[in-house]
């Protein structure tokens, strides 16, 4: 499998303070790889980092062969780096229309593929996101990043904060997405749910990537110890 997104000994600091100690992962192309770890262990600032969102001061970020490091963010996201952040960031006074062709670029999914995708977006498209549910604007988060036709796409605690029915029609969405050959790099807690999906996982522990493998190698002994409350 080639490697589509490679994160080699990435340092990131806010100020003074540093955030990631080295951080190591890769995703390869039409993967799903889980990144995993406690509250305030380094999971979205590396997903920041590699977004362009904040800068590292260590480390190589190598996207289809080519090195991220000084990209601004918008330049990253043109070359097929679609995210989903945490807490949806939907644009609260434009509609789901507008929110949805703002950042569009041509490829396989268009508007009326995205409708088709989350049928809930079409009937709602000319509300505007700060009306929806919590659910809706997740799926309208996850709509915006699939209209940049990203090679590569991020979902930051994709069903966070979600009722469990609408959690289960995330989770839904993204194994659609997986089977449509997506490569995608997800930050969750839900194992449950997480693990039949991924093909390779990697943890964080303090801003440090402790342990990586297949999901039928995490053991109880490891999810106590490195995922456990």
Not at 79 to 90: M, T
Not at 176 to 191: P, R
Request: aromatic share 8%.
């Amino acid at each position: 499998m080639t490697d589509l997104l490679t994160v080699t000994g990435l340092e990131t600091f806010y100020g003074p303070s540093q955030a990631l100690f080295g951080v190591d992962l890769k995703v390869g192309e039409g993967e799903v790889v889980a990144l995993m770890g406690r509250n305030g262990m380094g999971k979205t600032t590396t997903i920041a980092s590699i977004c362009g969102l904040e800068a590292y001061a260590n480390g190589k970020v190598t996207f289809k062969g080519k090195d991220l490091t000084g990209l601004p963010s918008f330049k990253i996201a043109r070359l097929g780096v679609g995210l989903v952040p945490e807490g949806r960031r939907c644009f609260p006074n434009l509609t789901v229309y507008e929110n949805l062709i703002a950042a569009a670029r041509p490829g396989q999914w268009s508007l009326e593929k995205v409708y088709e995708f989350f049928p809930r977006l079409k009937e709602r498209r000319d509300q505007y996101a700060n009306t929806l549910s919590g659910g809706e604007q997740q799926m309208l988060a996850i709509g915006r990043a699939l209209m940049t036709n990203p090679d590569l796409l991020m979902l930051d605690e994709a069903t966070e904060g979600l009722a469990p029915v609408i959690r289960q029609e995330i989770w839904q969405a993204v194994r659609n997405l997986k089977s449509t050959g997506q490569s995608i790099l997800i930050v969750d807690k839900t194992l449950s749910e997480l693990l039949p999906i991924a093909d390779n996982c990697f943890i964080l522990e303090k801003g440090v990537t402790v342990w990586s493998g297949k999901p039928d190698q995490l053991t109880s002994d490891l999810e106590d110890r490195y995922l456990g409350v």
